[in-house]
């Protein structure tokens, strides 16, 4: 993990059922500081709440598990990527499953990254800095250079 540069501190909503996964994700990010604020929820249904509640910030990034109960990863990535002001949220699925067709179901609901648990952490940070790097290549992007 040394070799990777820190990725810039962002706020992130953590959407695991699993307290040991959580406790995992959670101590890696902030230790290598990709992480501002991190805030965990048990399921798709407490994620919605957090995400649909006026008087909370939109986090820069979701790091999703697929199987969850209430409702799963699928279903609350189906559902962020219909609202107008969730579906610009990226999304990084993080699971235990390596199924292709969850993986080619992700992508398809426009997941951002797939990474399978017992994860690994270089593969992790690495995804969420490129979402991190092309958000910002996106933004920063002059059209008129192009002239």
Do not use: C, W
């Given at each position: 993990?040394?070799?990777?540069?820190?990725?810039?501190?962002r706020?992130?909503?953590?959407?695991e059922?699993?307290a040991?996964?959580a406790?995992?994700?959670?101590?890696?990010?902030?230790?290598?500081?990709?992480?501002?604020?991190?805030?965990?929820?048990?399921?798709?249904?407490?994620?919605?709440e957090?995400?649909?509640?006026?008087?909370?910030?939109v986090?820069d990034?979701?790091v999703?598990?697929l199987?969850m109960?209430?409702?799963?990863?699928?279903?609350?990535?189906?559902?962020?990527k219909?609202?107008p002001?969730?579906?610009?949220?990226?999304?990084?699925?993080?699971?235990?499953?390596?199924?292709?067709g969850?993986?080619?179901?992700?992508?398809?609901?426009?997941?951002?990254a797939?990474?399978?648990?017992?994860?690994?952490l270089?593969?992790?940070?690495?995804?969420?800095?490129?979402?991190?790097?092309f958000?910002?290549?996106?933004?920063?992007a002059?059209?008129?250079?192009?002239?």
């Open positions: 993990m040394a070799a990777l540069a820190p990725a810039r501190p706020d992130i909503l953590l959407v059922d699993d040991a996964d406790m995992l994700i959670e101590e890696a990010l902030l230790q290598l500081g990709a992480a501002r604020t991190i805030t965990l929820v048990q399921d798709g249904v407490e994620a919605l957090h995400l649909r509640d006026p008087d909370l910030a986090p990034v979701i999703l598990d199987n109960p209430r409702m799963n990863g699928k279903e609350l990535l189906a559902v962020l219909e609202d002001q969730l579906k610009v949220v990226p999304v990084v699925v993080l699971t235990t499953s390596s199924s292709p969850d993986v080619s179901d992700a992508y398809r609901r426009h997941a951002n797939y990474i399978t648990k017992p994860v690994n270089d593969e992790f940070i690495h995804a969420v800095q490129s979402i991190d790097a958000f910002l290549d996106t933004v920063t002059n059209p008129r250079d192009d002239a």
